[in-house]
């Protein structure tokens, strides 16, 4: 069985830190990435590393504060969240596929359950 299992969430204070984990379990994937969806709006990318050297990109509202990383020996993606806004308050989901593009645009195979960040003010 195939499974994304997701932790870090919580609430922090604007200008705090969190750092969120998902370890994918039953196989590896080439390409892993993290969306976030607030209420009453569209589900939005995040970032994504792929390939064999761990290539990253950004969405464009979180360039410069948000790091996506990986442990390839713990099969487990890591989303370091600094500077964070209230803006940033979501759910945030981790998502897993064989390409960048599949998981870039969402059609990756699985997706993991949702970790809840709130950023108060």
């Known amino acids: 069985q195939v499974q994304l299992v997701e932790s870090g969430g919580g609430l922090v204070q604007a200008g705090g830190s969190l750092r969120l984990s998902c370890a994918a379990n039953?196989?590896?994937?080439?390409?892993m990435g993290w969306f976030r969806q607030a209420p009453g709006k569209e589900r939005e990318f995040v970032a994504v590393i792929y390939g064999s050297y761990g290539i990253t990109s950004y969405g464009d509202s979180v360039k410069g504060r948000f790091t996506i990383s990986r442990d390839n020996a713990k099969n487990t993606v890591y989303l370091q969240m600094n500077s964070l806004r209230p803006e940033d308050t979501a759910v945030y989901y981790c998502?897993?596929?064989?390409?960048?593009?599949?998981?870039?645009?969402?059609?990756?195979?699985?997706w993991g359950q949702g970790t809840q960040v709130t950023v108060s003010s």
């Open positions: 039953g196989r590896i994937f080439s390409t």
């Open positions: 998502h897993a596929g064989g390409t960048a593009r599949d998981v870039t645009t969402g059609r990756g195979d699985y």
